[in-house]
């Protein structure tokens, strides 16, 4: 397992993450996560706290893509309810003590890549006039830990160095997500439309608190139109950290169900492309987190 890694900022939704694959027996693995909640009483932090320290262990990069933070008890909150406040939140500096936590709990990574915002950031920017993730960024730079901001939607370019001047890569699509539950559907719909819209080789997106894969062919001419190439497409769907299943309240009202929890390990491998070649490839290996 490769352990080297660095990510390279182009702007605030383009990211490279660049790293050295040097034979094929070796492989690198990134966690791509969402929807932690992380200061939410529904938050699993001890599932979540597994993940990271994993990760932590192998210098696996970690992508977050919205909705780290809950905050959805401000004042004036419609979705706010007293029994849903920890202890240390009950406090006139809400919103400061929610970041000061998740601050001092991340600060202990050091293998932290890109937090990327949720529907549940951009809520706080909208009513609040702050941003969440930026207040995260300075108060983990006052413990002497960096953390990379992205966007609600953007990409990150994996490059594998496999030898001098030789590399593979493939790109990823992130996007936090829309739309409902997606409870029947899996969120099938939303990943036929991004794929339709955005061209990558691997898409993630979060918000609907389900957990599938959907793995797909393309099938095309090369670009002098000679031959037939195939390449894949995987799109993944990230589930939540939160787990709000229970006898009362607004999740059990609206017929919500028990949801499954984490996220996505990607495994990144070099193996043999055309067959009867000596092409390579980049290959792709999802694992459920």
């Given at each position: ?48 706290k ?10 696996a ?36 003590q ?13 293998n932290?890549?890109?937090w ?66 997606g409870?029947?559907?899996?969120g ?7 794929r ?33 190439v195939?390449s ?14 229970g006898?009362?309240?607004w ?7 028990a ?16 067959p ?6 980049l290959?792709m290996?999802?694992?459920m987190?």
């Amino acid at each position: 397992m490769n352990k080297d890694w660095t990510l390279y900022t182009e702007d605030d939704t383009i990211h490279t993450l660049a790293t050295t694959i040097p034979n094929r027996k070796c492989k690198f693995r990134a966690l791509l996560i969402s929807d932690a909640h992380f200061d939410s009483v529904s938050c699993d932090r001890g599932l979540l706290k597994s993940h990271l320290d994993q990760a932590q262990k192998i210098n696996a990069p970690v992508f977050h893509f919205g909705d780290w933070f809950d905050m959805m008890q401000g004042k004036d909150d419609p979705r706010g309810s007293k029994n849903k406040v920890r202890d240390r939140f009950k406090a006139a500096d809400y919103f400061t003590q929610v970041v000061e936590e998740s601050a001092e709990f991340l600060s202990q990574y050091d293998n932290l890549a890109l937090w990327g915002y949720g529907n549940h950031e951009t809520s706080v920017m909208r009513r609040h006039e702050i941003d969440p993730l930026m207040m995260l960024k300075a108060s983990m730079a006052g413990k002497g830990s960096d953390l990379n901001i992205g966007g609600y939607q953007g990409f990150v370019t994996v490059r594998a160095n496999l030898r001098a001047k030789v590399y593979l890569t493939k790109a990823i699509h992130y996007f936090h997500g829309a739309a409902g539950g997606g409870h029947v559907s899996g969120g099938m719909p939303e990943n036929s439309k991004t794929r339709s819209a955005f061209e990558a080789d691997l898409y993630y997106a979060g918000h609907q608190h389900n957990r599938s894969m959907d793995d797909r062919i393309i099938t095309k001419l090369n670009s002098r139109g000679r031959a037939i190439v195939r390449s894949q497409k995987i799109s993944l769907r990230g589930s939540t950290y939160k787990q709000e299943a229970g006898k009362l309240g607004w999740f059990v009202e609206k017929g919500m169900v028990a949801r499954p929890q984490g996220g996505w390990w990607v495994d990144f491998s070099v193996t043999s492309g055309t067959p009867g070649t000596k092409e390579e490839i980049l290959s792709m290996s999802p694992v459920m987190a």
